[in-house]
């Protein structure tokens, strides 16, 4: 069965960094595209950054362009999200997704989440 397991999480000052983790297990991982989503308190659960397949490809909201790095690892099945110059704003937590097909059907898979907390 597919599994994702994120890590990485804590609580960061204002203007610190954090680098996320996400190591998946059944399924091919690197013929899917992965994806970086948070949830504050309070709010709907948002799309933070995808990664293609291959690694080639990145895409960010705009609030996480020039502070968050997404990036992959396919020989060891994991994804991770590098989190510099934190705010506030940033506190949240957050989750790895995927979206996988099998025999013409989709199906996406999220992981249990790991909190993010942005304080003084």
């Known amino acids: 069965q597919v599994q994702l397991v994120e890590s990485g999480g804590g609580l960061v000052q204002p203007g610190g960094s954090l680098r996320l983790s996400c190591t998946a297990s059944?399924?091919?991982?690197?013929?899917?595209?992965m994806m970086w989503y948070r949830q504050a308190p309070g709010k709907e659960r948002e799309l933070v950054a995808t990664?293609?397949?291959?690694?080639?490809?990145?895409n960010y909201i705009d609030s996480a362009k020039g502070r968050f790095t997404i990036s992959r690892d396919n020989a060891k099945n994991t994804v991770y999200l590098q989190m510099n110059s934190l705010k506030p704003e940033d506190t949240a937590v957050y989750y790895c997704?995927?979206?996988?097909?099998?025999?013409?059907?989709?199906?996406?898979?999220w992981g249990q989440g790991t909190q993010v907390t942005v304080s003084s």
């Open positions: 990664i293609s397949s291959t690694g080639v490809t990145a």
């Open positions: 059944g399924f091919t991982f690197s013929s899917y595209a």
């Open positions: 997704s995927v979206v996988t097909v099998r025999f013409g059907y989709s199906h996406k898979y």
